[in-house]
């Protein structure tokens, strides 16, 4: 028995080598051409820099140059993509031969406002739009608040602490797809382990899935609870880079602890936390696990959000020049909240001043 699969095994390989020698001579001469651009890449960046313009940062701007370029390769050139479609009407019924226009482009966008984005009349921008801003600021809201809470509790003296940062992350290592449908599991209506506890304490439990809000707070649940443990890792990382001088000195002053934490705690958590609510809101709004695997955007649409719509609409109706403006539009707005948000609440304060 293991004769024949030693046997099978080294057949395998030896059949395999003659590919897999084919595949490295047509990789090996370019990834010598990628090593020798970087290289060449970099000395010219630095020689313009360091002898042209006399940089002092000449050096980490050429360190920094590749991966650069890299960005603006794998980024830019999918978003000048799909620009190039939402000005088209390039959909499955003319899959080769799509056309390009301004024409094309406005009709589009004009659509995403005013005709309703999926099945149903009500399915409209502005019902979607205002469904998302909610769905985004409830999950945020509990992110921040309950990984607040967490944090300042491992951030104190506490026997085991490192287990409960371990076990407190597991939410957060657990990937999406497992996430989405062991709460669909437990929002059951019959047998979900959510209405067989309620039913416990004699309560009737409510139909999760089967009734749009209900099936709306399901997801809420399902996605506040995954996303705390970042929120608290980011939080607690930032609260145990305060110095504890601050501390002392306010508590020589008599500040209580609410005080503590409003005028020491908050302000100094600020580069933290700027950021970290930023991603939060960027990844809640773009949040399409969550819905897709628990609800499908159901029943009859009722907990669709923005990028759903817009799942739906480029994939599941096939209307490709329509799905690229969609995502351009949500695109421009979360690119205006990450500004304004930024700016207001100057997170980056200490790095623009650096």
Same mark, same amino acid.
Do not use: K
């Given at each position: 028995m293991d004769y024949n699969l030693?046997? *099978?095994l080294l057949q395998g390989i030896r059949n395999a080598l003659p590919s897999l020698s084919a595949?490295?001579?047509? =990789? =090996?001469?370019? /990834? %010598?051409?990628?090593? *020798? +651009?970087?290289? %060449? /890449?970099? /000395? *010219?960046v630095y020689f313009v820099l360091a002898k042209g313009l006399k940089s002092r940062y000449a050096l980490p701007y050429t360190l920094l140059a590749p991966s650069a370029l890299g960005l603006l390769a794998f980024l830019g050139w999918p978003l000048i993509f799909n620009v +190039?479609?939402? %000005?088209?009407?390039?959909?499955?019924? &003319?899959?080769? &031969?799509?056309s390009f226009g301004l024409k094309y482009g406005l009709d589009n966008f004009r659509k995403v406002f005013t005709e309703p984005l999926l099945n149903t009349k009500a399915s409209t921008f502005g019902v979607i739009f205002g469904r998302t801003m909610l769905w985004t600021v409830v999950n945020v809201f509990f992110h921040v608040v309950f990984g607040m809470g967490l944090a300042l509790l491992l951030n104190r003296k506490l026997r085991l602490r490192g287990l409960y940062r371990t076990l407190l992350v597991v939410p957060w290592a657990i990937p999406d797809v497992v996430v989405g449908l062991v709460w669909k599991g437990e929002f059951h209506q019959q047998f979900g382990f959510v209405n067989l506890m309620l039913a416990k304490l004699g309560i009737v439990g409510p139909p999760w899935l089967s009734d749009g809000s209900w099936a709306f707070v399901a997801v809420c649940i399902a996605n506040i609870w995954r996303g705390i443990p970042f929120m608290m890792v980011i939080i607690l990382g930032g609260?145990?880079? =305060?110095?504890?001088?601050? %501390?002392? *000195?306010a508590e020589i002053d008599g500040a209580s602890w609410w005080q503590q934490f409003r005028h020491v705690t908050i302000p100094l958590l600020q580069p933290v936390l700027g950021p970290a609510i930023t991603l939060g809101v960027i990844w809640t709004f773009n949040n399409l696990n969550a819905i897709f695997l628990i609800t499908e955007g159901g029943p009859s649409e009722q907990t669709n959000i923005l990028v759903s719509a817009l799942y739906n609409a480029a994939f599941g109706f096939s209307k490709f020049g329509f799905g690229a403006a969609f995502a351009i539009v949500i695109f421009v707005i979360l690119f205006i909240f990450a500004g304004g948000w930024l700016r207001a609440s100057g997170a980056l304060k200490g790095v623009t001043e650096a």
């Open positions: 030693w046997t *099978a595949s490295l001579r047509e =990789i =090996i001469p370019v /990834l %010598f051409l990628i090593i *020798a +651009g970087s290289v %060449f /890449l970099e /000395l *010219a +190039g479609i939402a %000005f088209s009407n390039w959909r499955l019924a &003319n899959l080769l &031969n799509p609260l145990q880079s =305060i110095a504890g001088e601050y %501390f002392e *000195a």
